[in-house]
T-cell receptor
């Protein structure tokens, strides 16, 4: 079982809705990540938080808004999404606090469908 | 741009045989590589990693080989089992928190 917990597992939303994806880890990791994965493609990095501060934004549209309330939680707020945003959204965490990424521990993902 | 990629998108292997999954990378400055396994409907799961100061590392039924001369990485799975059916990604660990994934190889184990 993964030690990174993501909720909800499935989410269907309209283009005018506002929803949030949540991620939680209790491994004491200080780096947390959001990845987006389309079908049959590798995960693509969206955001990186290090010590609760946003350190990387991979030019993600503003309709995706990340938030890191504390060292264990990571949220992804969704607003005015497009159908092409439908994908599996993966949360991950790692121990590395600087320099390179260590082993990433992934959650099971939240499968998002935008109608 | 520099990236990590896999040679073959699919691999079909007989149960009990050994599997070899290949990956080529182009960033000669990369110093850490990871293999992930992703089963259907699940997130990627860490299999094994290797640093650039090594050329081989073994785990339980898995071995990763690194050839820095030709910038090639491979994952060998011994005695492949039905539970090994999944998509396998190699990933390049960069020093700026960015883990770059290859395209993935789908492994199907035949009974």
């Amino acid at each position: 079982d993964t030690e990174v917990t993501q909720t909800p597992k499935h989410l269907v939303m309209g283009m005018t809705n506002k929803k949030s994806l949540k991620c939680e880890q209790h491994m004491g990791h200080r780096a947390m990540y959001w990845y987006k994965q389309k079908a049959k493609k590798p995960p693509e990095l969206m955001f990186v938080y290090s010590y609760e501060k946003l350190s990387i934004n991979e030019s993600v549209p503003s309709r995706f808004s990340p938030e890191c309330p504390n060292s264990s939680l990571l949220n992804l707020h969704l607003h005015a999404l497009q159908p092409e945003d439908s994908a599996l959204y993966l949360c991950a965490s790692s121990t590395t606090s600087g320099g390179g990424t260590g082993e990433l521990f992934f959650g099971e993902g939240s499968r998002l469908t935008v109608l | 741009g520099e990236s990590v990629g896999l040679h073959l998108p699919t691999l079909s292997v007989q149960e009990g045989d050994n599997s070899i999954i290949n990956c080529a990378y182009s960033n000669s400055a990369s110093d850490y590589f990871i293999w992930y396994k992703q089963e259907s409907g699940k997130g990627p799961q860490f299999i094994i990693d290797i640093r650039s100061n090594m050329d081989k590392r073994q785990g339980q039924r898995v071995t990763v080989l690194l050839n820095k001369t030709v910038k090639h990485l491979s994952l060998q799975i011994a005695a492949t089992q039905p539970g090994d059916s999944a998509v396998y990604f190699c990933a390049e660990n960069r020093r700026d928190y960015k883990l770059s994934f290859g395209a993935g190889t789908t492994v199907t184990v035949r009974a």
